[in-house]
């Protein structure tokens, strides 16, 4: 099943939810198979910065087809990876917060959160993840 607008909506509220009970506003969106934007919020005074790095992070975990945060681990400096934040055009971003979305083992979406610390963008996430499932 593809990720559709309601699935999307259902994720960026249930990470919204989180965002609120740890009171650290934030910027969530979800991405399809392809990359493209199917949702995104910006919570009342969410950083600016985090309304591209959102929807990048979304981007990369469907790209790279894993989390922000794995890719970080292998694109530092004598990582095979390193070097990757580079690609298109500096799209990719290297640090937690962004989790592909699987189904059937297969990455048909997914999500990115900007706006806190990295545990804190990537619990959001997951928040946002578990909606999915």
Sequence with gaps: MPVTTEIALRMVAAAQKKAEEI???M?????DQGGNLLAQVRMDDALLVSIDLSLN???TAVAAKMSTETLCSVSQPGGELYGIHNANNGRIVIFGGGLPIEE???VIGGIGV???SVAQDTACAEA???AFK
């Design 23 to 25: 009171g650290v506003p």
């Design 27 to 31: 910027v969530i969106a979800v991405v």
């Design 57 to 59: 992070k979304a981007y």
């Design 104 to 106: 059937n083992g297969k």
């Design 114 to 116: 900007s706006g806190g």
């Design 128 to 130: 946002g993840l578990a």
